[in-house]
T-cell receptor, first 113, second 111 residues
Framework: DTGVSQNPRHKITKRGQNVTFRCDPISEHNRLYWYRQTLGQGPEFLTYFQNEAQLEKSRLLSDRFSAERPKGSFSTLEIQRTEQGDSAMYLC???FGLGTEAFFGQGTRLTVV | SQQGEEDPQALSIQEGENATMNCSYKTSINNLQWYRQNSGRGLVHLIL?????REKHSGRLRVTLDTSKKSSSLLITASRAADTASYFC???????????FGAGTILRVKS
């Protein structure tokens, strides 16, 4: 068990480009979460999966954002037509069970120039 | 929206001193969790306290929970430079389907 893994760690992209991030959760965890964090703020919830089902999406998640978790294993978060306001740290977390402790990855820092 | 609010926003102490951070929340909870985040890194779970618990210890950490006041505190005793980090409280919302975090307290421990 190597913990939650996120790739890439850093991504610099030009405005208007599409980007995709990957998260590999702890293998026995059925719940997977995506959060976004900007400087000086706490993580903001984006979306959540239980196994392969995406059960909730935040209103923060515009139609340019899409997340998948095929086969209930790894997850991807795609941002289309990136904007400068998308620059943030994107954090993935996984947990087993309802309301239990979450294990976070190291995050992907996105910079849109 | 953020459920919890930490206080103070920033705290600077000398190594060896105790650090106390507070968290207030708005709705009823099943449990409350504290996390630490080193600069530019992911969050690390520190401790979980259930709504029927009033106090919990883990090493140099002591957490209290007052559900009547909707508040919690995190005490770090005998602080070390390595404790320098941001500390967040988080509560499960939507029947436990997501954790909602506060804005955090930035702790700086000077050696």
């Amino acid at each position: 068990d190597t913990g939650v893994s996120q790739n890439p760690r850093h991504k610099i992209t030009k405005r208007g480009q599409n980007v995709t991030f990957r998260c590999d959760p702890i293998s026995e965890h059925n719940r997977l979460y995506w959060y976004r964090q900007t400087l000086g703020q706490g993580p903001e919830f984006l979306t959540y999966f239980q196994n392969e089902a995406q059960l909730e999406k935040s209103r923060l998640l515009s139609d340019r954002f899409s997340a998948e978790r095929p086969k209930g294993s790894f997850s991807t978060l795609e941002i289309q037509r990136t904007e400068q306001g998308d620059s943030a740290m994107y954090l993935c977390a996984s947990s087993f069970g309802l309301g239990t402790e979450a294990f976070f990855g190291q995050g992907t820092r996105l910079t849109v120039v | 929206s953020q459920q919890g609010e930490e206080d103070p926003q920033a705290l600077s102490i000398q190594e060896g001193e105790n650090a106390t951070m507070n968290c207030s929340y708005k709705t009823s909870i099943n449990n409350l969790q504290w996390y630490r985040q080193n600069s530019g890194r992911g969050l690390v779970h520190l401790i979980l306290i259930r709504s029927n618990e009033r106090e919990k210890h883990s090493g140099r950490l002591r957490v209290t929970l007052d559900t009547s006041k909707k508040s919690s505190s995190l005490l770090i005793t005998a602080s070390r430079a390595a404790d320098t980090a941001s500390y967040f409280c988080a509560t499960p919302m939507e029947y436990g389907n997501k954790l909602v975090f506060g804005a955090g307290t930035i702790l700086r421990v000077k050696s």
